[in-house]
């Protein structure tokens, strides 16, 4: 593992990374004011100029990116404020003791109270102005065990759980569900040189791992947990909660002794770790945190919003079987889609060895291709309240199922491919889009022929030329990450490769042997005025099933 270190002006209190112009921005929040990171390559980790609010920043930390809204959230003296993408500063809610923040991905911050954990929606709060109507509501089944506190708070994307540490323990849990001691214990362990207090930490899984002073949690994109412990950075990976030392000095004194550490992954895959008034980087190898939108603001254009509303669901889960007889069951938007008069309102579709069952309205509401199938001369008269996709997987299609009823891609880096090729199956293109946007994200050196390969085996043109430019800019890096990807490349796409390979020459030849940093920045350019357009064609490029 690298490590680097770059100076700060005074001591950092919160890293973020949000999306930003087509590409990513990292933000370093110095208390009462925040300036942008630059980490385009190793050699360039620098603080930029510092960013212009509108509004007011006093002691500004804990910082935490919200893709529903498209805000930073952060604590600031005993409130949280957001920074939304115009970088207006509002106040959200007013608590006590907050220590710590997390988010959800799908609308919803959890804050760490001292003994207690709460929540916070923010999924109704407008994209951007003045965030109301927000409420802290105590979450369930979150009081920290006798005499500890919370400390620091994470959530695990990939597995859809809460984290949350005291000071010498780690605990995780689904939301509204006790949370578990995974590592460590509820006090600290007795350990001492000759009557001198010495350091508590030991490696180890669960209850064997023991903690000095936990500062600071941080879940990785594959839900690994990176530990601010006095001053080194643990690892714990699950299954098996087994606990490992990184690096035995990391995390500045100051960090630990003010009780606050702040991890980010910057989406290069480095780990940056403030100490004093420093940075420190290591890496590269982290994986980012996805910053994919959830709910209703992440769907393509012309898609309806999402999740359904509570008032809406009556529609789909009382339609009669005649289709008449309520208003609900009768003729609305979707209510020609869901079968003859002895349809049944559900239809059971099967997955290899699975069944599920949806409601035929929610179906063709969401989904172009049931919206077809249920209308087709022949299904619609039948009545039939069946049918099968043979080739698809169960698991991807249960997915995509639960973004038909609730808005939510819970999709693991692994499942990226599968779940878009399905969607575009289903002719769902603001989701295959979305998914789409997810993969170029997560795409690294040691990936990008493949993911290059499948894109254009699926004629997801807008993605191929992005992948393109990541080649291009990357050559050496790719070349150093899969040596034998090259060889892939031209054995299964020559075409593809010669096109790569041009590509390559015109991002070199920029101006002889002067010409490379030109030729970078001229790529950059041409890659964010892609990014800007390749989504809006996406969704018209997605193959039918």
């Known amino acids: ?239 098996g909660y087994h606990v490992h030392t990184l690096v035995a000095n990391c995390v500045g004194v100051s960090a630990r002794l003010c009780g606050n550490a702040y991890l980010a992954i910057l989406p290069s895959g480095w780990l940056a770790v403030p100490a004093d008034s420093t940075i420190k980087m290591l890496g590269p190898g982290f994986k980012p945190l996805p910053l994919s939108k959830q709910g209703a603001s992440r769907l393509g254009p012309g898609l309806p919003p999402l999740p359904v509303p509570l008032s809406e669901m009556a529609k789909y889960l009382l339609a009669s079987p005649g289709g008449g007889g309520t208003e609900a069951g009768g003729s609305g938007s979707s209510g020609g889609h869901d079968g003859g008069p002895g349809a049944s309102p559900v239809l059971t579709i099967r997955v290899g060895d699975r069944a599920f069952v949806a409601h035929r309205a929610l179906l063709a509401d969401r989904c172009e291709f049931f919206k077809r199938l249920l209308a087709r001369e022949g299904f619609a008269e039948s009545g039939a309240d069946e049918m099968a996709l043979p080739e698809a997987d169960p698991d991807v299609f249960g997915l995509l199922l639960g973004w038909v009823y609730w808005g939510v891609l819970e999709v693991p880096d692994h499942l990226l491919r599968p779940t878009a090729e399905l969607a575009g199956r289903l002719l769902m293109p603001g989701v295959c889009a979305e998914l789409q946007e997810r993969l170029l994200a997560a795409v690294t050196p040691a990936t990008a022929v493949g993911d290059l390969l499948w894109a254009e085996r699926h004629s997801m043109t807008g993605l191929v030329s992005e992948l393109k430019g990541f080649f ?65 064609r996406a969704a018209a490029e997605v193959p039918g099933f």
């Not at 369930?140 to 959530?155: G, I, Q, V």
């Not at 009557?195 to 669960?206: K, Q």
């Open 472 to 536: 291009a800019r990357r050559l050496g890096e790719v070349v150093a990450a899969a040596p034998d990807a090259l060889d892939e490349l031209t054995r299964e796409s020559p075409a593809l490769a010669a096109e790569l390979f041009r590509a390559v020459g015109r991002t070199l030849g920029g101006g002889g042997g002067g010409g490379g940093a030109e030729a970078d920045a001229e790529a950059s350019r041409r890659g964010a005025a892609r990014g800007r357009s390749w989504r809006a």
């Open 1 to 239: 593992m690298q490590s680097y270190e770059k100076p700060l002006p005074k001591a950092a209190t919160g890293i973020v990374v949000r999306p930003y112009r087509g590409s990513f921005q990292a933000i370093v929040f110095l208390g009462n004011e925040i300036a942008e990171l630059h980490w385009d390559a190793v050699s360039s980790f620098s603080l930029g100029q510092r960013i212009s609010v509108v509004g007011c920043l006093a002691c500004a930390r804990r910082p935490v990116y919200e893709p529903v809204t498209d805000s930073i959230y952060f604590i600031d003296a005993s409130s949280i404020l957001r920074l939304d993408s115009q970088n207006f500063v509002s106040p959200v809610v007013v608590g006590e003791d907050m220590r710590a923040l997390a988010a959800d991905g799908a609308g919803t911050l959890y804050v760490a109270l001292s003994t207690r954990i709460a929540k916070v929606s923010v999924a109704h709060v407008p994209r951007s102005g003045p965030a109301t109507g927000c409420v802290l509501v105590e979450a369930a089944n979150s009081t920290a065990p006798p005499e500890t506190a919370w400390s620091s708070l994470s959530y695990d994307f990939a597995s859809g759980v809460l984290l949350a540490a005291t000071r010498h323990a780690v605990y995780r849990g689904h939301p509204g569900t006790r949370l578990e001691m995974v590592a460590g214990s509820s006090s600290r362990p007795q350990s001492s040189i000759f009557g001198a207090p010495a350091s508590a930490r030991a490696d180890g899984c669960g209850s064997d791992a023991t903690f000095d002073d936990i500062t600071g949690i941080l879940c990785d994109g594959d839900g690994r947990l990176y530990i601010a412990d006095g001053t080194a950075l643990r690892e714990m990976s699950s299954p």
